[in-house]
């Protein structure tokens, strides 16, 4: 008994498709797979004692540690991440620049959000937190960004300044100072944290298998109704 493919042309299409549908669903579950390792991170490096400043110089890997720094808040030194939501309110993320005893370079302290305000034209007013303080809270890496364009729409450095990423060389350059390279999220009782949440990921692995389970369901799908509709037997 032999088969023969009715149109040719369909058939490379309908192949290509089922590639495709495959291939995104193989990286869904690598996907997966990253976010359970991430977390596991994240469980086990929260739960290890807070690292010493000097320690942070001597480590390359950081992220997810937790630490406690003393030192005073460059409080002239604000930058508002722009176009962040937190639990449906758009706003900005507030990063301060701090310099903590036993550190040599300065560390941007993620301190939370602030809802925007009624004007795009009027920023919100960020409180100054004076004298020599000790902030605690977990380190991690600068959120990850997709750069369309210059980091602020602003030509001067009007402070706070609005920001749209957060990137450690270009922020250097406009300082005129190195800036450690991990930022510390602030604990969410600290005095100068403001709506504070640490998230580790925002897909949970479970959700990427969903997608994954939805993909393989295309590809099945898409290949049944190829044999069906474009598949025949020989005379």
Known sequence: MTFKIKNWKLALLALFFICLFASLCNWQLSRAKQKEALLASFTERTKAAPLSASALDQNSDLRFFRTNLSGRFDNEHTFLLDNKIFHGTIGYEVYTLFFADGLKPPILIDRGFVPITKSRGELPVIKPITGHITVSGMLNLPPAYVALGAISESTQANWPLRVEYIDRR??????????????????????????????????????????????FAFALTLLILFVVLNIERAA
């Open 170 to 215: 270009e922020l250097s350059n406009l300082l005129n100072m190195n800036i450690f390279p991990f930022v510390l999220l602030l604990s969410p009782k600290h005095l100068a944290a403001y709506d504070v949440e640490w998230q580790v990921v925002t897909m949970n692995p479970e959700r990427h298998r969903g997608y994954a389970l939805q993909w």
